[in-house]
């Protein structure tokens, strides 16, 4: 995993499972390292962050029963104050 200086534009370049994974063409290292590291959540969670959908699909991808049991009891808590 590395962030590399081509021209006047950076880009990333990784390794996942044996594939290649490169992009360029961002005018920042910030944004290089931001876009690599948003590609390889995208790869180990197996879910497309720049997918357009709704926080109650992106939810139930999660399928957590920590996170809904941690929002249940917040949610218990709030309604009880």
């Known amino acids: 995993m590395r962030v590399t200086k081509r021209g006047n534009t950076y880009q990333y370049d990784f ?34 962050v720049g997918q357009k959908i709704s926080f109650v699909q992106y939810y139930k991808h999660l399928n957590l029963p920590s996170i809904r049991g941690l929002l249940k009891s917040i949610l218990q808590k709030t309604q009880n104050h």
């Open 15 to 48: 390794y996942y499972k044996g594939k290649r994974y490169r992009k360029g063409g961002y005018i920042s290292k910030k944004l290089a390292m931001t876009a690599m590291s948003l590609k390889q959540t995208e790869l180990v969670e197996g879910f497309d």
